[in-house]
């Protein structure tokens, strides 16, 4: 038997070694991933050649990124975040036909079984903020407007902050609305204008993003999903393209195609026409959705 | 701008939207291992294509993890034993120069500040299991023998148990001590013949062994550190080449010179010249240590 067959481990043989121990009975998809991630780790050992104290140095950030997590943080998904990780794994799930409208993280501040509000209801209960009238149309990718989609937003306060993050400061469901396209594939409901906010960073990934430099903060945005029979659900934003992060979103959230555009209406005829108290902000921004394959 | 240059992700680009992130002023190292960490791990996630779903048990077993790590127990540590990253690690801090003896891992059950004891005393303070005299010679790579080289060594009772695992059942101290060799280079101890014993396999590292159809055993082995003025310091085991586990050591700790011989001694002459009361097992084990670079 050679040094291999036995079992023995080596520095040039290492990853083929672990992966050989693989069994038979595994599950076939188990054992994929196991042995690309197997190979991909070795290769970047290999390339860093860590001493033993950065190792040990790697292994007390996972424990202190773990010992973080509860049920109400979760340090691992900012981690991920924060690494380019979240935004691949959900480039790679949503890779979109031509036209359609493309998607970007979920992020951790949705909540599910948001009351449904008529089109036009002001989601702003605290009253915080600039004014921000969005509107638009949801459409397929054939053009035709789609009626009956669900709408389900949501977004931080102009303290930037999701009503999660403030329970008992802000009203319950403050900033979060769900909503059905009319007929003709039209939207429109009143928020208030985003504002650019850090993600959590007392913990060990924003520790991280200090000594790389980095800061925490994502550009000012309004969360989304689109639901309808027959299409993809849609999971996404649109950010204000005039944030001063919006080239550097701390999770890499941003895409070209999700700038939309906040126009300040000082005009006293929209002002009056649209029975606002004085200028506000609005946004017009469509939806395409792909058809489910 | 490119859609690069403003930093925009894509699922081609984005490894380096990542590592562009990192600020010209972060340590040089932590940037290097961190570009290398990214690359590395965007390229496995684009390999694997994990579902949404299979990220977030990724992110559940990390959790999960840290979560078992406490003064006690350090579950990613283990993650990284049976991945055989710290093998690797270990190999990469400790490439010896031609004829000196190998390394392997240290393993959690190492204790400080062990005393010392006479040349020839017993480890075995709870008298369990068979008898064993471990002896042999420390030379340097050029074959002169080292005096007064400190060895520390340590070992599994015969119930598959280091002391400090259970404490108050286990006398203080069972099964360790700290030897000098003589002038001549030699020592010689009496212990206990080791046993195999399963790494700690009640957390989520032993769950992933178990889906994987790897088992949690380690091959029965003595630890050794090696410690000498002028002298890379050697931490290595002596493993039991008969051992049903040596082809398949779950941290892949195994290397083939470091198997040792283990003979039973029957002979009522050698039995009587060595004062044991009955038949035992008898080691002979030579090291060679690197001088310091």
Redesign the interface.
């Known amino acids: 038997m050679s ?1 291999q067959e ?6 040039e043989n ?2 083929d ?2 992966v050989s ?7 076939a998809r ?5 042995a ?3 190979r ?13 104290e ?2 040990m140095a790697a ?1 007390q950030f ?2 202190k ?3 973080k ?1 509860d049920d109400w943080r ?1 340090e ?2 900012l981690l ?1 975040d924060v ?11 949503n ?1 979109k036909p031509s036209g359609a409208s493309e998607s970007t993280v979920l992020g951790p501040f949705h909540v599910p079984d948001v009351p449904e509000l008529p089109m036009g209801a002001n989601i702003c209960l605290d009253g915080k903020g600039d004014p921000m009238l969005i509107k638009g149309r949801i459409v397929g990718t054939d053009g035709a407007p789609l009626a009956g989609v669900k709408l389900d937003v949501w977004q931080t306060n102009d303290d930037g902050f999701y009503d999660v993050q403030q329970k008992g400061i802000q009203p319950d469901f403050n900033l979060r609305g769900v909503f059905r396209t009319a007929d003709d594939g039209t939207y429109h409901f009143w928020g208030a204008k985003p504002r650019f906010y850090p993600i959590p960073d007392d913990g060990p990934v924003g520790q991280l993003l200090g ?4 800061h925490p903060y994502r550009p000012a945005h309004l969360h989304f999903i689109l639901e309808a029979a027959g299409f993809e659900t849609l999971i996404t934003h649109i950010f204000d393209p005039d944030d001063r992060y919006i ?3 701390a999770v ?5 195609s999700l700038l939309a555009k906040f126009d300040l209406i000082e005009d006293p005829v929209r002002i009056s026409a649209e029975g606002a108290q004085g200028p506000f902000y609005e946004v017009v921004h469509n939806f395409v959705l792909a058809p489910t394959t």
Chains 1, 2 share one sequence.
């Open positions: 040094t036995k079992g023995y481990f080596t520095e290492s990853a070694v672990v121990r693989i069994g038979p009975s595994t599950d188990l054992a994929r991933v196991m690309a991630i197997t991909h780790l070795h290769a970047a050992v290999k390339e860093v050649e860590p001493t033993q950065e190792w292994i996972l424990t990124t773990g010992h997590c979760q691992f998904i991920s690494m380019g990780v979240s935004m691949l794994v959900d480039a790679i799930n890779r000594k790389l430099g980095r080239h550097s979103d890499f959230g941003v895409k070209e």
